[in-house]
Nanobody, 117 residues
Framework: QVQLVESGGGLVQPGGSLTLSCAASGIIFSIYTMGWYRQAAGKQRELVATITRDSTTNCADSVKGRFTISRDNAKNTVYLQMNSLKAEDTAVYYC???????????WGKGTLVTVSS
């Protein structure tokens, strides 16, 4: 059974930092592209950042220079370091594990990040 469990969300003031974690089980973590997506209230889910099996990263323009995605294959965990947070970063953040070549994609249940003073 595949499980992706996000943690680290919460309330933070504008300009603050948070680190999200996603622990994976039930998959061969090292061969999956891992990603973080987010969905704000009333909006569609959007890509935040991805990291491939060889640690090539990609991130949305809106978070470049502020967010960093990384992975630890020994711990089956992907991280999202978020700095200089803004109110518009408020959303539920979801972890994704994907292997496009074999049409596999798994999602976590999400963790809420609220940026507010």
């Amino acid at each position: 059974q595949v499980q992706l469990v996000e943690s680290g969300g919460g309330l933070v003031q504008p300009g603050g930092s948070l680190t999200l974690s996603c622990a994976a089980s039930g998959i061969i973590f090292s061969i999956y592209t891992m990603g973080w997506y987010r969905q704000a209230a009333g909006k569609q889910r959007e890509l935040v950042a991805t990291i491939t099996r060889d640690s090539t990263t990609n991130c949305a323009d809106s978070v470049k220079g502020r967010f960093t995605i990384s992975r630890d294959n020994a711990k089956n965990t992907v991280y999202l370091q978020m700095n200089s947070l803004k109110a518009e970063d408020t959303a539920v953040y979801y972890c994704n594990a994907e292997r496009r070549t074999v049409h596999l994609s798994y999602w976590g249940k999400g963790t809420l990040v609220t940026v507010s003073s």
